[in-house]
Structures are given as C-alpha cells and as structure tokens.
C-alpha cells in the first residue's frame, strides 16, 4: 500500500512566520501534489511536482513555495504567513507519467490543519 | 471558473437504500473521472474511476455512471452503510496534455441506521 506521510497534523503559526509543511511518500512515485481543502471550495492545487528539482504551479500557487530535493519528499513552504493560507494542506503522490493523473489515482496523506493567528 | 460542479452540499440516506451523488463538469476535454471519499481528519482515498470510453464501471457496491453528452457522472451506492457517511469527491483529467486532477467541492452523504 501507498504510504504519504505529512509531518504534523496540527500547526499554528503567527503571521508573517515561515512555515514548512513536508511530506514523503514511500512508493518511489514520479509525482508529488501539494492542495488546500477549503469548505465549499474543494480540493485546490497549489502546486506540483514531477520529478526531482522540478516544480509546476498549480492553480493558486500566490504565498506558496515548493521544494523537491528528493524523490520521496516534496514540501511547501509558506513564505510570509497570512491569515488567509488557514486551511488544510494535503499532499497526494501518483504514479503517472509527467504529473497526469490518467490512469493514476492520486495517494493522499491524512492532511496538516495550519491555523495562522 | 468551476469546471466540476457538485451541486449538492449534502445528502442524507437511510440505511440500505441507494445513495446517488451528482457531478458534472464543462471542460469537454475531461476524459477521466474518479470519485474520493474523505473521511473527517483523513486525506481523500480513491474509490472508483471511469474514462470516457465506459459509460459505467461497477466495484462492488459503487457504480460510477457517465453520460458524456450532458456531462454528467454520478456515483451510485447500494446498499448504504452507516460506514459510508463521508464526503464525496468528484474529480475529471484530460489524457492529452500535461493534465492534472480537477475537484469538485465535495457533497457531505449521511447514512443514519
């Protein structure tokens, strides 16, 4: 079975702190996804990975960075804060070739609930 | 611009009677779709998928439909377990391109005994 493992499944940081969230994946997948899950807003990509060193935005990728110095590990990192990026982050891997998702579910981890006050 | 829509924030069932969840979507280019189920406090897990070249794919108890023509997938469950309550989510690819997973916002199902 896939295993995504993210770090902490609660933080709460202080506005304008940088903020790591890191996530591995023990399958040796190409692809690495970082998304927020908002009430009435679904899942939305903040970005992505697939490969090593290689990084694609996502759909609100604003306030967010990403690293990818390994394979099995991908981490987002919150520059500066805000009170808005209060959600849950979740990072899924998949097996697919160049990031599509055809034919390639995503494997998600249990999720990091980031309160920022 | 929401190119999956769940219209139905929630949906409430009784036990063994059949769940259906609605999704549709307007990019004409999706041709892969899966539905998630998302437990509180847990990542989204994968539960079925379809592409467009079924009109219907069966795992045991879900039955995922497509009718490419309206655009419209539904995932169909029966009979519904109390252990079914979660939040559903639909999500639509493209194979061509350099494709990602598109989510709807999620319909909330409640399975009361």
């Known amino acids: 079975d896939v295993k995504v493992t993210q770090s902490s499944r609660y933080l709460v940081k202080r506005t304008g702190e940088k903020v790591f969230l890191e996530c591995v994946q023990d399958?040796?997948?190409?692809?690495m996804f970082w998304y927020r899950q908002d009430p009435g807003l679904g899942l939305r990509l903040i970005y992505f990975?697939?490969?090593?060193?290689?990084?694609e935005k996502g759909d609100i990728p604003e306030g967010y960075s990403v690293s990818r110095e390994k394979k099995e590990r991908f981490s987002l990192i919150l520059e500066s804060a805000s009170t808005n990026q209060t959600s849950m982050y979740l990072c899924?891997?998949?097996?697919?070739?160049?990031?599509?998702?055809?034919?390639?579910?995503?494997?998600f981890g249990n999720g990091t609930r980031l309160t920022v006050t | 611009d929401q190119q999956v829509k769940q219209n139905s924030p929630s949906l409430s069932v009784q036990e063994g009677r059949i769940s259906i969840l609605n999704c549709d979507y307007t990019n004409s280019m999706f041709d892969y779709f899966l539905w998630y189920k998302k437990y509180p406090a847990e990542g989204p897990t994968f539960l079925i998928s379809?592409?467009?070249?079924?009109d219907k794919n069966e795992d045991g108890r879900f039955t995922v439909f497509l009718n490419k023509s309206a655009k419209h997938l539904s995932l169909h469950i029966v009979p519904s377990q109390p252990g079914d309550s979660a939040v559903y989510f639909c999500a639509a690819s493209a194979s061509t391109g350099f494709q990602k997973l598109v989510f709807g916002t999620g319909t909330r199902l409640l399975v009361s005994p």
């Open positions: 899924a891997s998949s097996s697919g070739q160049w990031g599509s998702s055809y034919n390639s579910p995503l494997h």
């Open positions: 990975s697939y490969d090593v060193k290689m990084k």
């Open positions: 399958m040796d997948h190409e692809n």
């Open positions: 379809i592409s467009s070249i079924k």
